[in-house]
């Protein structure tokens, strides 16, 4: 007997390939509809800190496109993984996001969660958690919180809400335009 997930999840996979625009970068993988297909999924694949820079994992619930056009409303979480740290980090706060995503560790802050992705860089690896509607500050608060919680990110460490539409701006002259921060910031 299979255990059913609530939702039913789709694995999406980013290459790194300057050739292509980003959306034809974008491939469907893998619905999952049980964790017993899930998790024989997740054991088969490289972990996040063995895949080329440059390369995204994305697991959105179904119907959710991980694009900024279907998501256009929305905002995400986002953890930068300190270099020095990325090898313990990266896997296991990946790990502890999924696992709170389809094990609905949200509760019913669960409904405006779209999914989580993984930004493998050269320059700094990153974890983010792509939320529903950007402009929900509270909604959106608690949520920054329950991440902190599954992840066990200490308190000083800061992590940051950006909306989608801010990101699409974006270029030289634009830096990531913060809307919530959660974390003491480190200088006293
Ligand atoms: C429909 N469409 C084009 C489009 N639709 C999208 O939804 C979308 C993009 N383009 N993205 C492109 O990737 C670059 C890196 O963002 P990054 O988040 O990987 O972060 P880095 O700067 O590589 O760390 C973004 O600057 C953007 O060019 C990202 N993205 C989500």
């Not at 390369?55 to 953890?79: A, H, Q, S």
């Not at 996001?97 to 389809?102: E, K, P, T």
């Not at 500050?137 to 919180?145: A, D, R, S, T, Y």
């Not at 335009?177 to 910031?185: D, H």
């Given at each position: 007997?299979m255990?059913?997930?609530?939702?039913?999840?789709t694995f999406?996979?980013l290459?790194?390939?300057?050739?292509?625009?980003?959306?034809?970068?974008?491939m469907?993988?893998k619905?999952?509809?049980?964790?017993?297909?899930?998790?024989?999924?997740?054991?088969?694949?490289?972990?996040?800190?063995?895949?080329?820079?440059g390369?995204?994992?994305?697991?959105?619930?179904?119907?959710?496109?991980?694009?900024?056009?279907?998501?256009?409303?929305?905002?995400?979480?986002?953890?930068y993984?300190?270099?020095?740290?990325?090898?313990?980090l990266?896997?296991?706060?990946w790990?502890e996001?999924?696992?709170?995503?389809?094990g609905?560790?949200?509760?019913?802050?669960?409904?405006?969660?779209?999914?989580?992705?993984?930004?493998?860089?050269?320059?700094?690896?990153?974890?983010?958690?792509?939320?529903?509607?950007?402009d929900n500050?509270?909604?959106?608060?608690?949520?920054?919180?329950l991440i902190?919680?599954?992840?066990k990110?200490?308190?000083?460490?800061?992590i940051?809400y950006?909306?989608?539409?801010?990101?699409?701006?974006?270029?030289?002259?634009?830096?990531f335009?913060?809307?919530?921060?959660?974390?003491?910031?480190r200088?006293?």
């Open positions: 007997y255990n059913p997930l609530k939702y039913t999840w999406w996979y290459k790194a390939d300057r050739s292509k625009y980003w959306d034809q970068r974008l469907r993988i619905d999952f509809h049980t964790v017993e297909e899930f998790w024989s999924f997740i054991d088969r694949i490289h972990p996040p800190s063995s895949i080329p820079f390369n995204d994992y994305y697991l959105f619930k179904e119907g959710i496109e991980p694009n900024w056009e279907t998501c256009k409303k929305g905002g995400k979480w986002v953890i993984i300190d270099n020095r740290l990325r090898d313990r990266l896997d296991a706060y790990l996001l999924i696992m709170g995503c389809i609905e560790q949200f509760g019913c802050l669960g409904e405006f969660v779209g999914g989580a992705v993984v930004n493998r860089r050269f320059k700094g690896d990153k974890i983010a958690l792509w939320t529903k509607d950007g500050f509270e909604v959106n608060k608690k949520i920054g919180k902190k919680h599954l992840l990110i200490p308190d000083f460490e800061q940051y950006e909306v989608h539409v801010d990101a699409q701006k974006r270029n030289s002259s634009h830096y335009q913060k809307r919530i921060t959660l974390g003491s910031s200088n006293f």
